[in-house]
T-cell receptor, first 112, second 115 residues
Framework: QKEVEQNSGPLSVPEGAIASLNCTYS??????FFWYRQYSGKSPELIMS????GDKEDGRFTAQLNKASQYVSLLIRDSQPSDSATYLC????????????FGGGTRVLVKP | NAGVTQTPKFQVLKTGQSMTLQCAQD?????MYWYRQDPGMGLRLIYY???????DKGEVPNGYNVSRLNKREFSLRLESAAPSQTSVYFC??????????????FGPGTRLLVL
């Protein structure tokens, strides 16, 4: 079992709708979680980080963390064509807590 | 302020050839990382350096070596390239290690094709 699982997609979303992305992980000890956005042919960029159970909102993005169920999700409200990208879930692993492991990414397509 | 830079942008190698991928950052960050990205696999950590003078293995270190030349530069070397090393390589840096929730800043990537 991979440490971080994501549906590869593509997730097709109409413009203005909510895109919902999910990520499950296997390491119960993980404490820090991140969402990165990667446009085709470009490098990843951090869009959200979350460390506590519950919701964290930043503009049109909301990250949700449930450590008991071992999942983290990302909601994109009022989706725009510019949100079309691959979204990578990442979390800190290792006893020293000094490495990131990434999921395979979910490709999102926002259709006008 | 260029952030994280990588050279070359693209490289074609023959099996068995060697090469070094260069990475430099101008943000005065302590920690630097090398990842590879393959379709559907996300990013996988090859090596990282918590600070100048230290390096540690990541998830997929076999076939690679690294050098943290100074605080700015972190190079990745393929001694004998294999087709399985065809990938996109990203260098990243952060002020502190990942466990402290530090944002990692990525370079533009190096696309490597091994024939």
């Amino acid at each position: 079992q991979k440490e971080v699982e994501q549906n590869s997609g593509p997730l097709s979303v109409p413009e203005g709708a909510i895109a919902s992305l999910n990520c499950t992980y296997s390491d119960r000890g993980s404490q820090s979680f991140f969402w990165y956005r990667q446009y085709s042919g470009k490098s990843p960029e951090l869009i959200m980080s979350i460390y506590s159970n519950g919701d964290k909102e930043d503009g049109r993005f909301t990250a949700q963390l449930n450590k008991a169920s071992q999942y983290v999700s990302l909601l994109i409200r009022d989706s725009q064509p510019s949100d079309s990208a691959t979204y990578l879930c990442a979390l800190v692993i290792g006893a020293a807590g000094n490495k990131l492991t990434f999921g395979g990414g979910t490709r999102v397509l926002v259709k006008p | 302020n260029a952030g994280v830079t990588q050279t070359p942008k693209f490289q074609v190698l023959k099996t068995g050839q060697s090469m070094t991928l260069q990475c430099a950052q101008d943000m005065n960050h302590n920690s630097m990382y090398w990842y590879r990205q393959d379709p559907g696999m996300g990013l996988r950590l090859i090596y990282y350096s918590a600070s100048e003078g230290t390096t540690d293995k990541g998830e997929v270190p076999n076939g690679y070596n690294v050098s943290r030349l100074n605080k700015r530069e972190f190079s990745l070397r393929l001694e004998s390239a294999a087709p399985s090393q065809t990938s996109v390589y990203f260098c990243a840096s952060s002020a502190r290690l990942a466990g402290f929730g530090e944002t990692q800043y990525f370079g533009p990537g190096t696309r490597l094709l091994v024939l």
